[in-house]
């Protein structure tokens, strides 16, 4: 005895005026906001430093922990244009442009590797970049920082940072992944 079972995708609501359901999913997510705070990498980095030094690279207890997260938060909050009781992420900008993504709650291992990372020289220049894409720096979920971007050839290219080599270290794949 078999069973088989075909997936439809639900139907959507009609775009009516007279309806009092939303005309796509999409338009029930347009509520959902993040809050993003930018700020410039080396002041915070230092700010960061200044106010718990060694207590990076020695490691923390959670009290620690969560003061860093909640000064983080006071840093990423006093940087928005419009105040907000929520800062969902912090975005740094290193001196060579490459942006920096990262929860306010960042792990404190990551926050220690971060002031290497970003005087390091870039995993790859601006000239070797297709013009006008991103450069991105984010933690991994497994525990390391990965920068992304695309090289002007037209292919992704991802970089690792190497906190011991203190240096970037390029992910090499089976098969380039052109970006269109």
Known sequence: MSSEATYEPPELPDDRPDSDQP????????????????MAATPFL????????????????????????????RQARASLDTPADVVDLIHLRTEDGWLVEMKVAVEPSALAQLPELCAADAPLSESDRRPGTAATIRWDHDGYWIAATVRADGYQV???????????????????????
């Open 23 to 38: 005309a796509s999913y999409v338009a029930e997510l347009s509520d959902i906001v993040l809050v993003v705070a930018t």
């Open 46 to 73: 230092q700010a960061i430093s200044t106010y718990f030094g060694n207590a990076l690279a020695k490691g923390m207890g959670s009290g620690t922990r969560d003061m860093m997260h909640r000064f983080i938060r």
């Open 158 to 180: 991802v970089f690792v940072w190497d906190p011991e080599a203190k240096q970037w270290r390029e992910r090499t794949y089976r098969r380039p992944i052109p970006v269109t």
